[in-house]
């Protein structure tokens, strides 16, 4: 989706203001010499699939010969990197499918390695162009460049403001509301108010006080704040105690600097009304936390804005952020040093954004109609139809959306992403995506949620695997062991186009409303079976654990709790399959740390069960069992994955044959 830019027709503000002191110089174009021997420039229009010299070529041609590609590039790395034209930095020029020029040393990823941002403050519209001292990065809007001046599209935009906090940016967060309520279909409220179940208690900003209110009305249009809480201790609640004297007024004294900016915020936006949880729910109050968790889902997507404090890791970092100009100028262009990028990927680091690491927040992302993040640099625009930055640089789109023809899919990769994410409580694992799923389960009526995973997909959804370092287990009953949540580790899945293996298929789901609807009860007895169960008929086969060590060499990552002493990633199949096998050993991904004490803890050589239930042409995945002692049930231990590494694609076919000789049998897995 490409980025909004200036359109000097259709201004509506003064934000773009060209006797602004940010204005840029005349753009100058360089004489045209001929051949480059540095870039081939006669060329460019055609491009090669790439090019490549030194800095100190490119320098060359820049001087000495003009040449109107280099000279731009070289003079722009030369205000932030002087020291780098030596022989020994090379770059290179490569076209990808976006039309996209790349420049880089071959030096990536080294300590001194810094992004730069290159722009023009007016000029005509285009696309992205980024640089690094390692690396340079143009994007341009047109797919047929014959004949295109390079120069002419680097993009227009502003460079980053003084204040987050400053009319500029108001004006700016102002102009998106008005677009996006104007221009947004997909950003439209998706069910009349009334439908909805709003807030049970907001506060009231009018008048210049504060006050909790516990009769909210339809017609209060209200935004909601998405912040790190950090210490507990630190963040105004509303309490028994407390609640009686907020309804009259809620000093300003004793909110956060978050809290204060916040009800800055919307007073200035003229939003009057606002929900923050720890004031909204009565934070000593059990059963008001039951009755306002399931309707997150409603109180997000009915509010006119989600207000983000993304920067801050607690109250105390508030929502705007302070920075001076800084940028250069040369030439008609300019370049700055570029700001964090947005996750809108889940490859993109949270680094500079600690309120999206939070697991809650995955949810609150997915269910507002819009959101502005407040970051150390700008803000962020997003909403159901875009995303953009204040200064105009590049977003590259939303998290993804669900889609309407392959729930599966569209679920595993939000819980790729979600299960990364961190939780102060891992009891809130299902809680802070109930939302989520109660939306989608009514996109998809015909199916059933449970315990985070979906009824018509169990099969397959049940081979989610643990993608990081084994974890010991949460302390506290999260979800069945047959559920990815039950874990504290990232989850993945190795594929989707496996076959179920013959013979095996669900044949029994029990899963109390409050694992399909997603509250689980904190009253719930560790011993007790009224929990979500599964049956699955299929062929099962016993193995031995085989004790193994964890790679410290690894560079994956994350590390396990526990670095010392053994886990397992193997097993060996036992009595009469032990013959058929040859002793092979099995690989499996653990779930768990299982030689950590405690209630999950299993022994050295335990006995343990394979029961398959994908395969592929060169790969069988299934579950691995232990039998719970003194019960007829079983729970998950981890998944086997039984690639083809020893003789082609005999070990899965031989693994087939054998299971699909066994009894069929009941497994009823806790």
Excluded at 90 to 103: E, G, M, P, V
Excluded at 134 to 158: A, Q, Y
Excluded at 166 to 187: A, G, N, R, V
Excluded at 554 to 562: N, P, W
Aim: charged share 25%; net charge negative.
């Amino acid at each position: 989706m490409e980025t909004p830019v200036h359109d000097p027709e259709h201004d509506d503000d003064d934000y773009w203001d060209e006797s602004s002191s940010l204005s840029s110089q005349p753009f100058i174009q360089y004489p045209d010499n001929g051949e480059c021997s540095a870039c081939h420039r006669t060329n460019i229009a055609r491009f090669k699939k790439y090019w490549s010299c030194t800095l100190v070529e490119l320098e060359n041609a820049a001087s000495q010969n003009g040449c109107i590609q280099c000279q731009p590039i070289y003079e722009l790395i030369k205000l932030f990197v002087p020291d780098g034209f030596h022989d020994g930095n090379t770059i290179r020029i490569a076209q990808d499918w976006r039309c996209t020029l790349s420049i880089s040393s071959g030096m990536r990823g080294r300590p001194d390695d810094y992004q730069l941002d290159i722009f023009r403050l007016h000029g005509e519209n285009c696309r992205h162009f980024s640089a690094t001292s390692k690396m340079l990065k143009m994007e341009f809007s047109e797919s047929n460049l014959t004949n295109c001046d390079i120069w002419k599209d680097v993009p227009i935009r502003g460079p980053f403001l003084g204040s987050t906090g400053s009319e500029e940016t108001l004006q700016w967060i102002k102009k998106w509301i008005k677009k996006c309520d104007s221009e947004h279909t997909l950003c439209a409220p998706t069910r009349n108010p009334a439908q909805l179940h709003g807030p049970k208690r907001i506060l009231d900003l009018r008048f210049g006080t504060i006050r909790l209110r516990d009769d909210y009305q339809e017609e209060y249009s209200y935004a909601c704040l998405s912040h790190c809480w950090g210490n507990a201790d630190s963040v105004p609640k509303t309490v028994a105690a407390t609640l009686e004297s907020f309804k009259k007024n809620i000093p300003l004294e004793i909110l956060t600097k978050t809290f204060r900016d916040a009800v800055d915020l919307c007073r200035r936006l003229e939003i009057y009304f606002l929900w923050i949880d720890s004031l909204c729910i009565k934070q000593d109050d059990a059963e008001d936390w039951k009755s306002q968790a399931p309707e997150m889902a409603g109180i997000y997507e009915n509010a006119i804005l989600t207000i983000a404090a993304s920067m801050s890791v607690d109250g105390s970092g508030g929502l705007y952020a302070e920075k001076q100009p800084n940028y250069l100028s040369a030439n008609g262009l300019c370049i700055q040093k570029q700001g964090p990028k947005f996750p809108t990927r889940s490859n993109i680091s949270l680094k500079a954004w600690p309120l999206l690491k939070r697991a809650w927040v995955f949810q609150e992302r997915k269910l507002s109609r819009r959101m502005i993040h407040f970051g150390t640099e700008e803000v962020v625009w997003e909403c159901k139809s875009d995303v953009a930055r204040e200064s105009g640089g590049y977003c590259s789109g939303r998290l993804p959306a669900t889609g309407a023809d392959n729930l599966s899919a569209t679920w595993k990769n939000y819980v790729r992403v979600y299960s990364e994410l961190q939780l102060t409580f891992e009891k809130d694992k299902l809680v802070a995506l109930s939302g989520i799923a109660k939306r989608t389960a009514e996109m998809f009526p015909d199916d059933r949620y449970i315990a985070g995973l979906w009824e018509r997909t169990l099969l397959s959804d049940l081979a989610w695997r643990n993608s990081r370092y084994p974890a010991a287990r949460p302390s506290t009953f999260c979800a069945p062991t047959w559920s990815w949540a039950s874990i504290k580790s990232a989850v993945d899945w190795t594929g989707y186009d496996f076959e179920v293996v013959k013979g095996v298929e669900v044949v029994d789901v029990s899963c109390p409303a409050t694992y399909t609807g997603i509250v689980c009860s904190e009253d719930d007895d560790e011993n007790s079976w009224l929990r979500p169960t599964i049956t699955i008929c299929g062929p099962m086969m016993a193995a031995r654990l085989t004790p193994g060590t964890i790679d410290k060499s690894s560079d994956s990552g994350s590390r396990a709790e526990d670095d010392e002493g053994e886990y397992y990633r193997e097993v060996k199949f036992a009595g009469e399959h032990a013959a058929a096998f040859g002793g092979i050993k099995i690989s499996f991904d653990p779930d768990y740390l299982f030689h950590k004490p405690g209630r999950y803890y299993v022994a050295p050589d335990s006995e343990v069960f394979v029961l398959p239930l994908l395969f592929e042409e060169s790969e069988l995945e299934g579950l691995l069992l232990r039998k719970r002692e003194g019960t007829p049930f079983y729970e998950r231990l981890g998944l086997v994955l039984i690639p083809d590494l020893y003789n082609s694609r005999n070990t899965v076919q031989l693994l087939l044959t054998n299971f699909c000789s066994l009894p069929l049998s009941d497994i009823t897995i806790i």
